[in-house]
């Protein structure tokens, strides 16, 4: 039996999932940066510099994590590494690696007896990688969006407004402040393609989809944008650096280095398929139709969407498909999300110190059950940023407000940093959350209704029915909420598919068709329990009280 290897490395670990050709898991291990690896001393997998505003990982960190995840599955004795036919993975986004000339020959040479870091350590012209936490290219940021007319047209062009994070303002500032580093530079891989490179024993191109988190591709004009390459002075260095954009993200671009083939028993003839970012790599783990949305419940709250409409906006990301040429996937990514929804949690428990959703669930069950809802009913609109937040761009706040609609104009009529009942908070910061998801969601759908077909809830409050049920009252999905009833591990979950669809060529079976048939629906439970989705309660006037809301607090 065929086996296939999902391989996830994130801020904090390296993950590799083995699974077969319906994608029945196999194996999992994994490796955790600051357990694992302490010599590196790292905090949560990342070195951070608070006056600088840098955040990095040590890249030959990874090297290490590489060897030892292989040593782990090794030692299980489950199943034989020579089984496994091919390898895809859904690597951190925006982190980059600095190559320098002596890697070529160091990566084709690797032999058995020695580690990946003892023969590659000399390999890099930087030994750090900058992390998407980094936010040290203010400067770089501001230059992008002036060489292309603004935030706006910059969006138009490479999918997302100039980030921080993103890898184009990261090299620029490379290039700005260690000029020594970018003259030795022979070539910059993002994190996906670096471990796709190792595994392959030269360098693999990146990944579109990945390379649409960098500021630096003309998503429809499928090249590099001249003025920003202009930017870098030599722009044939930078082109050459960077290399070509694989737009391919099926096929299998290379055979496994011979040195995992002898120092584990990887078959020789063990594929290399694409590899992604850990957000493309997400919307892979579900069959995902266009117009369906994954809402991700996490410390943070994202949202993806696969479309085929490309409608950029500076408000949020799009991105190529990582394998449906003609789609695309737009991506809504908040800072804010558990952490304040714990928070008005603790707030209705009182002085307590219980962390139960008891009384939270039953008050926002309540208003479910009422049929009321308090951006309508009750004219108010809360805003929860326990920490500063990107969508919009405001420093931490709580802002809630109720609005006088007695007269044709609406008005603020109070202002403050609280209800009068904390109980309203409940409803409101749900509310809130799914107003501001279904608002920027708008301009990407193509449904006729706007409306999305499916929403599937990850991550860790997709485990509250309550919340998930709430949020839907506010999203109204034409076809239903789902909550994966044994999905773990989406981005390996979704690399490990994307590897078992690169190396079996099912002609004419469609990447839809290809995992719907391994992921039926009674693998979903459906979490939207008694609400009729035929009604849409909110409707545009709620949106537009929530975008007036969001002008009145911020100046939006």
Not at 475 to 488: E, F, I, N, Q, T
Request: proline share 4%; aromatic share 8%; glycine share 6%.
């Amino acid at each position: 039996m065929s086996l296939y290897l999902g391989l996830d490395l994130s801020t904090q670990q390296l993950k590799g999932i083995v699974v077969d050709s319906d994608l029945n898991q196999v194996e999992i291990a994994n490796v955790e940066f600051e357990v694992d690896l302490p010599q590196y001393k790292t905090v949560k997998g990342v070195y951070a510099n608070p006056k600088t505003k840098e955040v990095q990982a040590p890249v030959v960190m990874w090297l290490d994590a590489l060897d030892l995840l292989f040593q782990r599955l090794k030692a299980k004795k489950s199943f034989d590494f020579a089984r496994i036919r091919g390898i895809s993975g859904a690597c951190q986004q925006h982190g980059s690696v600095f190559w320098n000339a002596q890697a070529p020959a160091a990566l084709a040479n690797l032999t058995k007896g020695s580690s990946l870091c003892s023969q590659l350590k000399e390999s890099f012209a930087w030994d750090v990688s900058p992390n998407w936490q980094d936010a040290s290219t203010a400067k770089e940021c501001a230059q992008f969006e002036a060489a292309v007319g603004g935030a706006e047209q910059l969006a138009t062009i490479t999918g997302s407004k100039a980030h921080r994070r993103f890898t184009g303002p990261q090299i620029l500032r490379v290039q700005h402040q260690l000029p020594e580093v970018y003259a030795a530079t022979d070539r910059v891989s993002l994190v996906s393609s670096f471990v796709a490179s190792v595994l392959a024993g030269a360098y693999i191109d990146i990944d579109e989809s990945d390379a649409c988190g960098m500021n630096l591709w003309d998503i429809s004009k499928k090249e590099f944008v001249p003025k920003i390459l202009a930017l870098f002075g030599d722009t044939a260095k930078i082109a050459k650096i960077v290399g070509h954009i694989n737009q391919d993200g099926k096929t299998p671009v290379a055979r496994i280095n011979p040195y995992f083939v002898q120092t584990y028993g990887f078959s020789p003839e063990c594929a290399i398929v694409p590899f992604t970012g850990d957000n493309p790599g997400t919307i892979l783990s579900l069959p995902l139709k266009p117009n369906d949305v994954i809402v991700s419940l996490g410390t943070s709250t994202t949202a993806l969407v696969v479309t085929h409409n490309y409608a950029p906006s500076s408000l949020y990301h799009m991105f190529a498909h990582p394998v449906v040429p003609s789609a695309y996937m737009g991506m809504l990514c908040y800072c804010n999300g558990s952490l304040a929804r714990e928070r008005v949690r603790d707030e209705v428990n009182g002085e307590t110190t219980s962390k139960t959703w008891d009384k939270f669930n039953a008050i926002a069950e309540s208003y479910i059950s009422s049929g009321k809802t308090l951006a309508l009913d009750e004219h108010k609109i809360g805003f929860y940023f326990p920490l500063n937040e990107i969508i919009p761009t405001v420093d931490a706040c709580q802002v809630r407000l109720t609005w006088d609609t007695t007269t044709g104009d609406a008005k603020v009529s109070s202002k403050s940093d609280k209800f009068t009942d904390v109980k309203e908070d409940v409803i409101g910061i749900l509310e809130s959350q799914a107003l501001s998801i279904r608002y920027r969601l708008d301009g990407m759908l193509t449904s006729a209704n706007h409306r999305p077909r499916r929403v599937y809830y990850v991550g860790g409050a997709s485990q509250n029915p309550t919340i998930c049920a709430a949020l839907s009252r506010v999203l109204v999905p034409s076809a239903g909420s789902y909550r994966v009833a044994d999905m773990k591990d989406a981005c390996a979950m979704g690399a490990a598919a994307k590897a078992v669809f690169g190396c079996n060529d099912e002609s004419g079976t469609s990447w839809e068709e290809f995992l719907e048939k391994r992921m039926p629906d009674d693998r979903f439970n459906r979490v939207d329990g008694e609400l009729d989705l035929t009604k849409d309660l909110y409707g545009q006037a709620a949106v537009d009280l929530f975008v007036r809301s969001e002008k009145e607090s911020f100046g939006l």
